[in-house]
């Protein structure tokens, strides 16, 4: 495929086709599972903290043990790694979906397996960020980046509405059965790939697990970029949108049952979908200029979700809302990926793992606090207030340097 345009240039690698290709599948599945677990949690307990609660079972060990995952992603063969943590979240879905069926389910096993999810996923993620960069060639970065984004998000897209009809029709199982398909796909894919012996570079391997912990934290304190975008990456992911606040203002301020929630979550998703076609259309050269402008739409588009009471209207601003985030996302992990070296990658994509899939858990603890005090659309408000004030607070702190970055 030598004439593809430039936005298309990782899909001439074989290794990276099959990754985007099982990346969509378990993003598929793993959206499918999201939006059953943010409902059926709620259904059983009918509190927004107890819902938002789940978040913490997530965040607690993506946290603690985000860096240990990193450190060890850069010693072993990574796709190894995958397959391990892959199947390991595949088995604790299918039991989860098996007490459903034989109607043994209760609301803390939801919290047990967002417990086991986290774990795993801070070693998983590392591992993905590490591995699939490294299947494509520097040029095609940006492409590699966005596609990946762009699985997430055509997961994100369709997952939602699959799982709202699963639930409604199928009931509580189905979704966790559907999910254990998506980790399938994940695996058949990390199987097909061939892929070359990984001869760590010597001089850049730490002695010891502590040192590979610590330096992925030391390089980033040493780059004022990458400080200024996983600052915002914390800010956005504790006070952004998060399933369990969409639920919340589904059920209690637009009064819609599971369908609608997956619809919400569908354009939200759409939209996402088409933040990567422009990626992919065009290529970004002033990450840090983009990364400004998109966070301050998110901020006023996210302040306008807040006040609509119509189904229709709030799924038109959350496609909007996912359009600028999918932007947004794909520039901050392109400048985070574009300045570390591979031998670093796994150790720097662990802190980067640690800022974004540690903070978005801990978002819905605190969705759930400040909406079960005063409503999910205020807790929406203040969200809003605070990432536009990080936005332009970290627009005042710039360095001149970075605004051609």
Do not use: C
């Not at 399938?184 to 990390?190: I, K, T």
């Not at 985030?325 to 994509?349: K, P």
């Not at 858990?361 to 929406?380: D, E, I, K, N, T």
């Amino acid at each position: 495929m030598p004439n593809l345009p430039r936005g298309l240039t990782a899909l001439r690698e074989r290794n990276y086709a099959l990754y985007a290709l099982g990346q969509f599948i378990s993003q598929l599945g793993n959206w499918v599972e999201q939006t059953a677990v943010a409902w059926i949690l709620y259904e059983m307990t009918n509190s927004p903290l107890l819902l938002g609660l789940s978040g913490l079972f997530r965040a607690v060990p993506m946290i603690a043990l985000s860096l240990f995952g990193g450190a060890i992603a850069d010693r072993v063969p990574r796709r190894v790694l995958l397959l391990l943590t892959e199947s390991s979240m595949l088995i604790a879905s299918l039991t989860v979906g098996i007490l459903a069926l034989t109607g043994q389910l209760l609301f803390w096993h939801l919290y047990v397996l967002s417990l086991v999810s986290g774990t795993l996923s801070a070693f998983s993620i590392p591992a993905r960020h590490a591995l699939f960069a490294g299947l494509v060639p520097r040029s095609s970065m940006q492409s590699a980046v966005t596609f990946n984004a762009v699985a997430v998000r055509a997961g994100a897209l369709i997952g939602p509405s699959i799982g709202g009809v699963a639930l409604a029709y199928g009931g509580y199982a189905l979704p966790f059965f559907i999910n254990v398909g998506g980790f399938l796909g994940m695996l058949l894919a990390l199987a097909a790939m061939r892929l070359p012996a990984r001869r760590p570079d010597a001089t850049s391997t730490p002695r010891s697990l502590w040192q590979g912990m610590t330096s992925g934290l030391d390089f980033v304190w040493r780059s004022p970029l990458l400080k200024v975008a996983l600052g915002l990456e914390i800010v956005s992911g504790l006070f952004g949108h998060n399933v369990a606040l969409i639920t919340i203002i589904a059920r209690d301020a637009i009064g819609t049952g599971p369908e609608g929630l997956g619809l919400l979550l569908s354009a939200l998703g759409a939209g996402g979908l088409l933040g990567m076609v422009f990626m992919v259309a065009f290529h970004i050269e002033r990450h840090v200029r983009v990364i400004m402008t998109a966070g301050a739409l998110y901020a006023a588009l996210l302040a306008a979700f807040a006040l609509s009471p119509w189904l229709g209207f709030s799924m038109v601003l959350l496609f909007a809302l996912g359009t600028v985030d999918g932007i947004w996302a794909v520039t901050r992990n392109t400048l985070a990926q574009l300045l570390v070296s591979d031998e670093l990658r796994g150790r720097v994509m662990s802190v980067v793992v640690m800022a974004t899939r540690g903070s978005a858990p801990l978002g819905r603890v605190q969705a759930g606090f400040v909406a079960g005090l005063v409503g999910g659309p205020v807790a929406v408000l203040v969200g809003a207030a605070v990432i536009g004030t990080a936005v332009f607070y970290s627009w005042r702190l710039r360095l001149p340097a970075a605004l051609g970055r």
